[in-house]
């Protein structure tokens, strides 16, 4: 699979809804409970970030929920990205871009959304063959107002902005013309999750699955 393939595959998850739940799952037992009450909700791009001990046993057990997509975040190195794959992850999200990390990705052939924060780390993914990105660490860096200066040189790239994303400020952020999807972690906070409050997390997620903006997601 080509580097443009993967970006279209990674174009296509972000389509499937506008936000794209950034989870942090300390407890294994909480995996597929926590996926199946988002699913229900409409969010089923469900990113598991490598912060815990168990986020690879998480993506195990979240990738056996049917309707779900579920992916690793946080990657960092190359070997984080053998051990995502090996786990279940079908697709990678990582806060930055090294020739490394993009190597290790290639070769494992699964959709990538690298991050760039600057205009100069965006055009070095597309010239890489990315047009699929992650805006990270969205609000420090700047906000709406950075990611619509962006879009006025680079057109052709499309950004799921992460980072200080909140039920506030989503909109604002999809409304963006090259903005296709948010991610966000209230659609499933610490508290919740450790209470088992399936349902009020499925509320939140449906609550995040009816927000939209200009790119119609």
Wanted: hydrophobic share 45%; net charge negative.
């Amino acid at each position: 699979m080509t580097v443009q393939n993967r970006s279209a595959a990674a174009r296509k998850l972000c389509a499937l809804a506008p936000i794209i739940p950034v989870l942090v799952v300390h407890d294994v037992a909480q995996a597929r409970p926590l996926a199946e009450a988002l699913v229900r909700g409409g969010l089923p791009v469900l990113e598991v970030t490598l912060r815990t001990p168990a986020a690879l046993d998480v993506i195990s057990e979240m990738a056996k929920v049917e309707g779900g997509h579920v992916g690793a975040g946080t990657l960092v190195t190359p070997q984080d990205v053998t051990a995502a794959k090996n786990a279940g992850a079908t697709f990678y999200v990582s806060p930055g871009a090294t020739d490394a990390l993009l190597d290790a990705t290639e070769a494992a052939a699964l959709p990538m959304l690298p991050g760039a924060a600057t205009a100069s780390e965006a055009m070095r993914l597309l010239e890489r063959g990315y047009d699929m990105l992650k805006f990270f660490p969205a609000e420090a860096s700047g906000g709406v107002p950075a990611l619509k200066g962006i879009g006025g040189p680079l057109p052709q790239i499309t950004f799921c902005p992460t980072g200080g994303i909140n039920p506030q400020n989503a909109g604002d952020y999809l409304a963006l013309s090259n903005v296709l999807c948010a991610g966000g972690s209230w659609v499933a906070p610490d508290d919740l999750i450790k209470a088992g409050a399936w349902d009020q997390i499925e509320d939140l997620a449906r609550g995040a699955a009816q927000l939209g903006g200009a790119s119609g997601s």
